[in-house]
């Protein structure tokens, strides 16, 4: 095949791509689409890039991104250069006194910030935000469930409230906000809060049109490690039924997914975020990108 022919080829495939985005163009314009950022795609930079573009891409065609993140392997770093311990109980960090300034500083300063930044390398304006702000969250003390009762994890908690206004003027004015997920409880104090079950809220709070969780694996497997079991698409009542049988690590990511459609969200979708760009084949594709929930 000569360059010319395989010019016209390549131009040929753009051109297939741009047309089949078209429906999803429509569907989704000025949408609110809530993602919550995470695993690989935190810690890798070209990965991180990737996602930087594909948040200035939907800015740019007219859909209206919300970035919500954690910071669990940061978080370890500094606490461990600090020399304060991480106690972990049931797959969570206990949060005390000591710890949860730290929390708070490393998921701004560390990831907010930069990603911010790098959102705006790629082109689109930024807000980064935490739960203080304004009232975005309000949360509760939570516990841990365990076969011989509630164990307690300190500083933890969970999202009772959501005042979005801060979150709708920065979309108003054009910006993507970047959000850090702790929240002051009804006495002041700072809780560390689950950014996927926070990213749930706010999407339910926001009329949001998706929620899109990243994770470091291709989507949800019915029987894990069964590599065939992997599905694609899911109801909220299925994913009910099928919840208290996952892997520790998927749980709060399924939660998430199942609190959002069960809360007025249209879809919800694990994505593995180790693939660049995943966001765009999830919305802009025909076939998808790892497992999609949906209301019964």
């Not at 926070?198 to 899109?212: D, R, V």
Request: with cysteine.
């Amino acid at each position: 095949m000569t360059t010319n022919q395989n010019d016209d080829l390549l131009a040929k495939i753009k051109a297939e791509t741009l047309i089949e985005s078209l429906p999803w163009l429509q569907r989704f314009h000025q949408k609110v689409v809530v993602v919550k950022f995470g695993g690989n795609a935190m810690v890798d930079e070209n990965l991180q890039r990737a996602f930087a573009q594909d948040m200035a891409y939907l800015r740019w065609v007219g859909i209206r991104p919300v970035v919500v993140h954690g910071g669990g392997p940061q978080i370890s770093a500094k606490l461990a250069e600090l020399n304060i311990e991480s106690e972990f109980r049931g797959g969570f960090r206990v949060t005390t006194e000591q710890s949860i300034g730290v929390v708070r500083d490393v998921l701004r300063n560390e990831i907010s910030e930069p990603l911010a930044q790098m959102i705006q390398l790629a082109g689109a304006e930024t807000q980064v935000l935490s739960g203080e702000d304004a009232n975005l969250f309000r949360a509760e003390v939570t516990t841990l469930d365990s076969p011989d009762g509630p164990v307690d994890i300190g500083l933890v908690g969970e999202v009772v409230q959501v005042n979005p206004r801060i979150v709708f003027e920065a979309l108003e004015a054009g910006r993507i906000p970047v959000i850090s997920t702790v929240a002051p409880d009804a006495s002041g104090q700072l809780l560390n809060v689950n950014a996927d079950l926070a990213a749930a809220s706010l999407a339910i709070a926001l009329g949001a049109e998706k929620l899109m969780v990243l994770t470091d694996v291709p989507g949800l497997y019915s029987n894990w490690p069964n590599l065939d079991s992997l599905v694609s698409e899911i109801t909220a009542t299925e994913l009910e039924k099928l919840l208290p049988t996952l892997e520790s690590g998927m749980i709060p990511k399924m939660q998430a997914c199942l609190s959002a459609v069960t809360g007025g969200v249209p879809q919800a979708h694990v994505i593995d975020g180790r693939t660049p760009h995943s966001i765009l084949l999830e919305i802009f594709t025909v076939s998808g990108f790892g497992t999609m929930v949906l209301p019964s």
